[in-house]
């Protein structure tokens, strides 16, 4: 039996080799996972000088093919998240996922396109309900931000900074911030892997929430 094509972007470079473990996990080998990265074309240099958010960007985080974190403009990056949904869409993929839980606007195409911001969100402020969600984010700049999203949708959050790209201890010091009054932890970024995930849920106690199992999951049942 044929496997299906089902193409993934990263705002960073391809191969995402830090998800090939969960995404196997789920997906198993019944795919031809096909993936496309905005940066792919660019070597860091070019990152730094051209797609550095300023001051008023929206500030989103990934990595280099080589593991390096990057701090990206989404609003400057957006016309490459695009390129990369017509190359997928002109390779046979007729399902594509964006691997980042940034809000996004309506991107152009002509198949299924899956925006993990407007699913896993849904589910987390369904699950919080009106207690207080904590939250990870990669980067102490995206905090606001962060608040001022959930806030709009009347969401009382602690929301607390801890890089899945550099070093895992970080987030052991992030644990001991949320206390009793959170409900449940929602890992805001999809370079949150299965182990960091169980690293949160040890330390604190609490429902972790884990976006990139929630779209890998979803990509199982839809391809």
């Known amino acids: 039996m044929k496997k299906k094509d089902v193409g993934v972007i990263t705002i960073g470079q391809s191969p995402r080799t830090d998800m090939t473990e969960d995404m196997v996990s789920i997906l198993g080998d019944r795919f031809n996972i096909i993936e496309k990265g905005a940066l792919d074309d660019f070597d860091i240099d070019y990152v730094r000088e051209n797609l550095f958010p300023d001051s008023k960007d929206t ?3 990934s990595r280099m093919r080589n593991g390096e974190e990057v701090k990206l403009s989404e609003e400057k ?10 190359d997928l869409e002109n390779m046979g993929c007729t399902l594509i996922a964006l691997l980042c839980t940034g809000e996004f606007p309506e991107l152009n195409h002509n198949n299924i396109l899956i925006y993990p911001e407007r699913i896993v969100h849904h589910i987390v402020e369904i699950l919080n309900e009106d207690k207080v969600l904590g939250i990870i984010v990669p980067n102490e700049n995206q905090i606001e ?14 929301i607390k900074a801890a890089s899945p790209y550099l070093n895992i201890n970080a987030l052991n010091d992030v644990c001991s911030e949320f206390n009793d009054d959170v409900s449940i932890i929602f890992m ?3 370079g949150f892997s299965s182990k960091m995930k169980n690293i949160v849920s040890e330390n604190t106690g609490k429902l972790v929430i884990l976006p990139r199992n929630i779209i890998f999951s979803l990509i199982n049942q839809l391809a």
């Open 145 to 158: 931000e962060t608040e001022i999203y959930f806030s709009k949708r009347n969401i009382k959050t602690k």
């Open 188 to 190: 805001n970024c999809m």
């Open 77 to 86: 990056i957006i016309p490459l998240v695009q390129q990369c949904i017509y």
């Open 59 to 61: 500030v989103l985080v």
